[in-house]
């Protein structure tokens, strides 16, 4: 249990602990995306991974606040979750030689970090609510359709062209 800067015994831990893990995600994720985007050709795919980018610096600083509100230290605890997802994506896009397939897998490999960005978000504003933090829950809740919007354009981009292209090869 070293990933834990204290132990976890009420639901306000949990939730502390929580902001703080989706805290590192967030800022692995920024460190993440440009090496994502530089490798990408396809451009509706690049320009929706710029836009998550830009989102997703807009995310840490909404995280802060939330932090702030709740009287916590902005800090992170190492997501072990994120980091495997990074990595994975990180060594099939290098596996990938060919473009098509390449965006094909830098398309999965960003909607399975939306994927759990939207579950770490849906379960904070639960938390916040039951802890009675409405006004932190009120903050969450403006990420969570962004996360959710990124998705979606995700699948819209790869069902439209990207595994069609992916497939001819």
């Excluded at 993440?32 to 509706?44: A, D, R, W």
């Excluded at 998550?52 to 509100?69: A, I, P």
């Amino acid at each position: 249990m070293g990933l834990l800067t204290k132990p976890i015994k009420t639901l306000d831990d949990l939730f502390v602990h929580t902001l703080q893990d989706i805290y590192y995600a967030e800022q692995q994720i920024t460190k993440s995306l440009p090496k994502m985007i530089s490798k990408v050709t396809n451009p509706e795919l690049k320009q929706g991974l710029q836009e998550h980018l830009e989102q997703t610096r807009g995310h840490v600083t909404r995280l802060e606040r939330v932090f702030q509100m709740h009287g916590e230290e902005a800090k992170a605890v190492t997501c072990p979750a994120i980091d495997g997802i990074l990595q994975e994506a990180n060594d099939i896009m290098g596996d990938a030689k060919d473009p098509e397939v390449l965006d094909a897998a830098a398309a999965a490999a960003a909607q399975a970090v939306e994927h759990y960005e939207i579950a770490r978000y849906g379960t904070l504003i639960a938390w916040a609510r039951e802890l009675g933090r409405d006004d932190c829950a009120s903050v969450l809740e403006q990420t969570l359709p962004e996360e959710k919007a990124a998705d979606a354009k995700l699948t819209e981009i790869a069902e439209a062209r990207l595994n069609r292209m992916a497939a001819r090869h």
